[in-house]
Nanobody
Framework: QVELHESGGGLVAAGGSLRLSCAASGRTPSRAAMGWFRQAPGKEREFVAVISWNGRDNDYAESVWGRFTISRDNAQTVTLQMNNLKPEDTAVYYC????????????????????WGQGTRVTVSS
């Protein structure tokens, strides 16, 4: 059982930046990737970024490539630095732990056994 708590969301103008943080507690797998996903109004949850257990490999959605950076200090902490935000980035952002990602490209089956936080809302004004 893992508890995840996201923070850092808010309202920003287009072109601005935010940094999201996720803190995990409980029985966090020692060798498991963590990542960020988002769900915009009226849309399905989508992949944003993932980082491997040791922080040495990652993958990003094409829509955020070059603007967002995922990082982690240890097995319990992951951050998402979001730069040059666009209105289409508006969504609730969710942290996930226990992702079966090791390297290369992320695929959706890797979160079949993941744990999820309750989300933090990001709104980007035009």
């Amino acid at each position: 059982q893992v508890e995840l708590h996201e923070s850092g969301g808010g309202l920003v103008a287009a072109g601005g930046s935010l940094r999201l943080s996720c803190a995990a507690s409980g029985r966090t797998p020692s060798r498991a990737a963590m990542g960020w996903f988002r769900q915009a109004p009226g849309k399905e949850r989508e992949f944003v970024a993932v980082i491997s257990w040791n922080g040495r490999d990652n993958d990003y959605a094409e829509s955020v490539w070059g603007r967002f950076t995922i990082s982690r200090d240890n097995a319990q902490t992951v951050t998402l630095q979001m730069n040059n935000l666009k209105p289409e980035d508006t969504a609730v952002y969710y942290c996930a732990a226990g992702i079966a990602y090791w390297r290369g490209r992320f695929s959706s089956h890797m979160v079949n056994s993941a744990e999820w936080g309750q989300g933090t809302r990001v709104t980007v004004s035009s």
